[in-house]
């Protein structure tokens, strides 16, 4: 049988497959999608729903009658809003940190040139596997007097070794040695190919690397727990978790009454409405970076 004939054979088939291969994609992706919109889309109708109703179980795909108090509280509630503002300040100062010490170090780590480049290698894969552990940790912040400052949160974390890995793979594969070379041949000095060039050639692994460090600064919680003494200083996460916490059956066990009732439906809510104002920025903050997430994804692709 000729290779004509082979072909007219399977290409009904093939197209028949294609689109059923599509179809099982499409279906299998939107199942994920539910799974993963889900959570926000019940704290969105929990948190405006009656919370008598949320407890009995009927607050499923719909609110249950419209409910704004939680908001109305939350306007006015300071702890809430200065805990919203130190997670800003905290993410943004972070973020900034990292950046600033992760993409010098993955320029310089990509070239073959820098002296020591594989025992400093061993040095950075040596802190993926292995940590001083908390006490040592604690110690060392404590001795140099961060403990319940901003520094504690952004200083001991940095640098992200397996980001700073990605961003290496990137300098390394991303941009061509010849551009390297021809701009250094034409009298740029490292520093100024580094800015001028590697930097605008990166905005796709930037924005990823921006959007690994900005979600692990606004969503962490156990740093916060463990160096964060005042709570003015406090982040968001740590006043969720007191809120949440204080929003459970005890309340009625303490206070066997109308009252106890009422104020426990009100914390109910008030969870679920900080929770919501909580993810917030990072859910405003996606669509403007998803153009270099897409583009991110293909980081580690091969180039033909």
Known sequence: MSDTSLKRSFKPNSGLDDRIFDLTVTVFLLILGVMALYPLWFVLIASISNPSDI??????????????????????TPKI??????????????????????????????KKTLPGRKIISMFFIFTMIFSGGLIPSFMLVRSLHMVDTIWALVIPGALSVFNMLIAKSFFEEGIPESIYEAAIIDGASKFQFFFRFALPLSKAMIAVLFLYYALSHWNDYFTALIYIRSPEKQ?????????VANADSTLLEMMPSEE????LMEKSLMKYAVVLVGAIPMIILYPFLQKYLIQGVMLGSVKG
Do not use: D
């Open 235 to 243: 982040p968001l996460t740590i006043i969720i978790s007191q809120l």
């Open 55 to 76: 407890l009995l179980g009927r607050v499923v795909l719909f609110p249950s009658g419209l409910n704004m108090e939680a908001y109305v509280k939350l306007l006015h």
């Open 81 to 110: 809003w200065t805990g919203y503002m130190n997670s800003i300040i905290y993410t943004t100062v972070g973020t900034f940190i990292n950046l600033a010490v992760t993409l010098p170090a993955a320029f310089a780590m990509s």
């Open 260 to 263: 106890a009732y009422h104020l």
